[in-house]
Structures are given as structure tokens and as C-alpha cells.
């Protein structure tokens, strides 16, 4: 299984993105798909989350939203009211058997896209 993660770009503060991340297998089967970045200099973050509910970090909350679209075998994370903050690579995940807990956790995912850039300037 690949992930491959796209829609990345240089926005300014206040605009919008949308990322894409495509799972490369016959059947979308894979049961929970997440979306990770990671800033310079710092750790790898939860940002979004889908498993049958919707979960999102504080920080990204009211702004971004994370949709699946089973027909497409794609994860998309649209991204408003961008702050220079958000400014990081962005990774898709998937996995299957992950918990609620640890729906936050890197290590429950074991599939991994490439990260996009994005960067918000002010």
C-alpha cells in the first residue's frame, strides 16, 4: 500500500489549501486515515483524523476539515483560515485496528505518504 500526498503551496495568511493524499490499493480498505505535519524543529503532530467520526487537534479545529472519498481511494484535508503557524510537511497515514486512544499517535498508523509542503506566509 502507497500514499501519496499532494496540493501543497505557499499561501498567505488568512487563504486556503487543499491536500490530497491517494492510497494506492484496489479497495480503500483501510480503515482509519489521518493527516500528521511536522514543523523545522519540531516533532511530528496530529493534525486530523477519519474513522466513521471525525477528529481534529485543537489548534486546526473550525478551520480544517478532513473528507474521504471511497470512490477515489482519496483522503483529502481542506485547510481555511490559514495561519503561519500551520506552516509544516504534511504527511497522510492510514491504518487499520487503531483505536480511538491512540487515533493521535503516529505509531498507530503504519502506512505512510511522502509530506507536502506548505507554508503560510503572514
Known amino acids: 500500500v502507497q500514499l501519496q500526498a499532494s496540493g501543497g503551496g505557499l499561501v498567505q495568511a488568512g487563504g486556503s489549501l487543499r491536500l490530497s493524499c491517494v492510497v494506492s490499493?484496489?479497495?480503500?480498505?483501510?480503515?482509519?486515515m489521518a493527516w500528521f505535519r511536522q514543523a523545522p524543529g519540531l516533532e511530528r503532530e496530529f493534525v486530523a483524523a477519519?474513522?466513521?467520526?471525525?477528529y481534529y487537534a485543537d489548534s486546526v479545529k473550525g478551520r480544517f476539515t478532513i473528507s474521504r472519498d471511497n470512490a477515489k481511494n482519496t483522503v483529502y484535508l481542506q485547510m481555511n483560515s490559514l495561519k503561519p503557524e500551520d506552516t509544516a510537511v504534511y504527511y497522510c497515514?492510514?491504518?487499520?485496528?487503531?483505536?480511538?486512544?491512540?487515533?493521535?499517535?503516529?505509531?498507530?498508523?503504519?502506512?505512510w505518504g511522502q509530506g507536502t509542503q506548505v507554508t503560510v506566509s503572514s
Open positions: 490499493e484496489r479497495s480503500f480498505r483501510i480503515t482509519t
Open positions: 497515514a492510514g491504518g487499520n485496528g487503531v483505536i480511538v486512544s491512540t487515533i493521535r499517535t503516529g505509531s498507530a498508523y503504519a502506512y
Open positions: 477519519f474513522r466513521w467520526n471525525e
